[in-house]
């Protein structure tokens, strides 16, 4: 499995960016897949993600503002409006079995990241 992100950069504070992950190696419709972020200093943490059977969930910090989607094409989307320079962080994409998928932070090796993609948000 491979996963390849690209999209971020730099933006001032209430602009918006939006990340692409384009996923090859697995059988999309098996996984879970989602957006993890990690500020300098802070835990990963979960931003938002797709289970295997199209559900969706946000973190609180993002719902309103950022939307995850997928094309048929194994790409995996995050539109992030009205960034706040909190979302300042390396972003990672991730894929995994969907019963491994709350264990990712804690056990990394559980599922498949890509390289991430810095976003930085200036106020």
């Known amino acids: 499995v491979q996963l390849v992100e690209s999209g971020g950069g730099s933006v001032q504070s209430g602009g918006s960016l939006r990340l692409s992950c384009v996923a090859s190696g697995y059988t999309y419709n098996r996984y879970c897949m989602g957006w993890f972020r990690q500020a300098p200093g802070k835990e990963r943490e979960e931003v938002a993600a797709?289970?295997?059977?199209?559900?969706m969930r946000y973190a609180d910090s993002v719902k309103g503002r950022f939307t995850i989607s997928h094309n048929a094409k194994n790409t995996l989307y995050l539109q992030m409006n009205s960034l706040k320079s909190e979302d300042t962080a390396m972003y990672y994409c991730?894929?995994?079995?969907?019963?491994?998928?709350?264990?990712?932070?804690?056990?990394?090796?559980?599922?498949?990241w890509g390289q991430g993609t810095q976003v930085t948000v200036s106020s």
């Open positions: 797709i289970d295997s059977d199209g559900s």
């Open positions: 991730a894929a995994a079995i969907s019963k491994w998928w709350s264990l990712l932070v804690r056990s990394p090796s559980l599922g498949y």
